[in-house]
């Protein structure tokens, strides 16, 4: 009885228990994840990781803000989901503006999503395991990962970010 008792005190206090999923991505335990707006000036192309040696990368806009449990569920689920075609881009593209990072115990970066709305793509790091998009695409499939965005895309909004769409866009909201 004194053991079920820890186990519900330690859930209670250190939520990473529920977001640590062995196998699947981010691969690691994590506390928190925040979404950061970032990259205005577009600079940043290819295949920018937005966490640099545990820390974020000196382009955002802000501390970023924090997602809800629901929210960081959700974002995992759909990320563990097929998204081969998102990782490789459905327009080719890849100048990120948004990022999802996940914090450890210690508040250091350890995985990232980047997102780039305008060329429908999304890197992760670190990158998932499994096999690469060799093909194309059918309608079926595309809308299917078009969904998937749009629900990433939403999130971000929630979250009270604007969705940029082009550098233009960005220009707009630099200091």
């Known amino acids: 009885m004194m053991a079920k008792g820890w186990i519900l005190i330690i859930l209670c206090f ?3 228990f529920a977001f640590g999923q062995q196998g699947k991505w981010p ?3 994590f506390i928190h994840a925040r979404a950061y707006l ?3 000036e577009g600079n940043l192309k290819g295949g920018f990781a937005i966490i640099q040696g545990n820390k974020i990368n000196h382009t955002v806009t802000s501390q970023g803000r924090r997602l809800s449990d629901e929210q960081t569920r959700k974002v995992i689920s759909l ?3 097929d998204i081969r075609g998102l990782e490789e881009g459905l327009s080719k593209t890849f100048i990120p503006r948004h990022a999802i ?3 450890d115990e210690n508040d250091l970066a350890g995985a990232a999503i980047m997102f780039d709305f305008d060329g429908e793509s999304i890197r992760l790091q670190p990158e998932k395991k499994g096999s690469r998009l060799i093909r194309e695409l059918s309608k079926k499939e595309i809308d299917d990962q078009l969904q998937k965005l749009s629900i990433f895309r939403t999130i971000i909004k929630d979250l009270g970010y604007p969705v940029l769409l ?3 866009d ?3 909201l630099k200091p």
């Open 14 to 16: 250190f939520p990473v």
């Open 166 to 168: 082009s550098t233009f």
């Open 38 to 40: 970032y990259n205005l």
């Open 27 to 29: 691969y690691q335990n």
């Open 79 to 81: 990320i563990n989901s």
């Open 170 to 172: 960005c220009q707009k």
């Open 101 to 103: 990072v996940f914090f």
